[in-house]
């Protein structure tokens, strides 16, 4: 049982269509400086690195507070370390998982699968259409343990997610990282 964090910069195909290889590689290489140990101190693990984004997982006990509370401080730092220059969106699952090494060809890694993976990437998309920075599965919410005063989940109703019979119950948390354009 574990709570996925997907995270992607938003605009960011764009933001490489006019930039040089080199600087791309320097944006990414500095978005992942300032997030990756935000997810660590919050006790997760960054199973991957996906182009513009990255995978989050969060194993502990109180996982799904863990992962809000990574959430959270994600659009904290991207905001005060990136400013205008990053958007982001974030969407959060929880439930089993199957993890493993996964590989052939003489390549193999950590995985982690299952529809809990699916289900928070297909959320994290969603965060466009309901215009948030992030988004929480009701499955996550009702693991939430810590009542946080400051925490303002929103509810947002049933999305419904591609691949998914059922549309799936989401929440969101307002931020201003939501509403700003990547600067030119």
Known sequence: MVTVMFVDIRGFTTLADRSTASEATA???EFF???VPVVLAHGGQVNKLL???LLGVF???D???RALAAARGLLDVVEAQMGDRCQIG???NSGLVLVGTIGGGGHTELGVIGDPVNVAARVEAATRDLDVSLLVTEATRCLLENTDPTLKLT???AVPLK???EPVVVHGLESRNAFRTPAS
Do not use: S, W
């Open 163 to 165: 691949g998914k019979a």
């Open 27 to 29: 944006y990414l290489n």
């Open 59 to 61: 194993g502990a006990l």
């Open 33 to 35: 400086e300032v997030t």
């Open 51 to 53: 182009g513009d984004g």
């Open 155 to 157: 509810a947002k109703g």
């Open 90 to 92: 974030i969407g959060l």
């Open 63 to 65: 996982h799904a507070d």
